[in-house]
């Protein structure tokens, strides 16, 4: 059985992705709240609730085979403040790796190391910080590639994610067929390779392209996951959902009016955001919706134009609401099985700051494991 490190844990998504044929040697999460939802959900027998900087590797049982590694987002998020790596919250990355050249020293690294985080990751700082990540793990003596994967492929919420995977030098042999001649277009997209052109020679060296399939077309749409008696949410007044139509332009207001003569229920979801076209120019709040089967990328609720509004329209008859927090966990593909806070905002931010659990099974199955795999077979041929 495969053994990993869970850090920034949240609700434990990662965990969900890489299943149950997975061994949980530690996890670890700075909120409690969220380490309180892993500890219901998968039990708290090695998780560590605290600060990743006052970690040690005395707190860091055996050696793991994947260090996994959702470090936050905020400083490197295009709606961050900017700041980065050098950020409280995203700097925690360097306390981290820290943590993982002392196993190196006591020889126990990890043979795979995945990073996950925003796509901003590529561009801040003009790809610095980005070029600092790949720089460190390839000094630490692993072979870098990045994916820039959208959980779209895999469940109907538009919400593209930056995997950087490290596989260790000396201990990780790569298959040719988990690496490609270049850049595929499904999993490496254009900031990908700009930010690729900006590392330095050497960090370029130790890169791989990996190689994944393409997906199966997802067959699910969002109306399949809405709850028809949704707990945690009500539905709007009449007077509300006039109130939401009343801040939409001409442009989202025709696609009321399409989903209203589309022969069939159509959902929709709305965010609001701030836009300059007053009748003056002059800055207002707009409700903008979208009818394509896909939900719009969750956010942690920081706000009340954070939280995404479901609109539902059968026929002339046009009802509005918040988004579930059961149908938050859907869009992020955990079970139904899995329990949520009851309060509205902690369940809706354990979503919306989590890693949609396909997302991690696809890239367990076709790279994790199979790099693994090869790690065994190795091991089979140098005892022979």
């Not at 709606?79 to 002392?102: H, I, N, Y």
């Not at 539905?235 to 003569?261: C, F, I, Q, Y």
Request: hydrophobic content about 40%.
């Amino acid at each position: 059985m495969n053994s990993f490190y869970e850090f920034f844990a949240g609700g434990g998504m990662a965990r969900a992705g890489l299943s149950t044929d997975w061994e949980c040697l530690f996890a670890n999460d700075f909120d409690p709240k969220k380490a309180a939802s892993y500890a219901l959900n998968w039990g708290d027998d090695h998780l560590h609730v605290g600060d990743v900087a006052k970690l040690t590797t005395d707190d860091l049982p055996g050696r793991p085979d994947l260090a996994w590694a959702s470090f936050p987002c905020q400083d490197l998020s295009l709606a961050g403040g900017g700041a980065g790596l050098k950020g409280d919250r995203s700097g925690t990355f360097w306390p981290f790796w820290k943590l993982m050249t002392r196993l190196e020293e006591e020889d126990r690294a990890p043979h795979l190391i995945v990073l996950e985080n925003v796509c901003g990751a590529l561009s801040s700082h003009g790809g610095k910080d980005f070029a600092a990540i790949c720089s460190a793990l390839s000094r630490g003596g692993y072979r870098v590639g990045a994916l820039v994967m959208n959980a779209v492929h895999f469940v109907p919420q538009s919400r593209p994610r930056l995997f950087i995977i490290g596989a260790r030098k000396a201990s990780v042999p790569l298959p040719s067929e988990l690496r490609a001649e270049g850049p595929k277009d499904t999993w490496h997209s254009s900031a990908l390779i700009e930010a690729f052109g900006k590392l330095s020679q050497s960090s370029q060296k130790s890169w791989t392209w990996w190689n994944l399939p393409s997906p199966v077309p997802r067959t699910s749409i969002f109306a399949d996951l809405v709850e028809d008696k949704p707990l945690g949410v009500k539905w709007h007044t009449a007077a509300d959902t006039k109130r939401l139509l009343g801040m939409m332009s001409p442009v989202n207001l025709a696609k009321v009016e399409a989903a209203k003569n589309a022969g069939r229920r159509m959902v929709g979801t709305i965010y609001r955001r701030t836009r300059a076209d007053g009748p003056n120019g002059e800055k207002m709040q707009r409700a903008e919706v979208r009818f394509d089967d896909v939900a719009g990328c969750l956010r942690t609720p920081s706000g009340g134009s954070s939280r995404q509004t479901i609109m539902v329209v059968d026929g002339k008859r046009v009802r509005s609401r918040l988004l579930s927090p059961r149908e938050a966990a859907r869009l992020m593909g955990l079970p139904d099985t899995y329990q949520l806070p009851k309060n509205y905002n902690e369940a809706y931010h354990l979503a919306g700051d989590g890693v949609a659990v396909p997302v991690v099974r696809f890239l367990t199955e076709h790279l994790l494991e199979p790099l693994l795999a090869a790690v065994r077979d190795e091991k089979k041929k140098a005892a022979a």
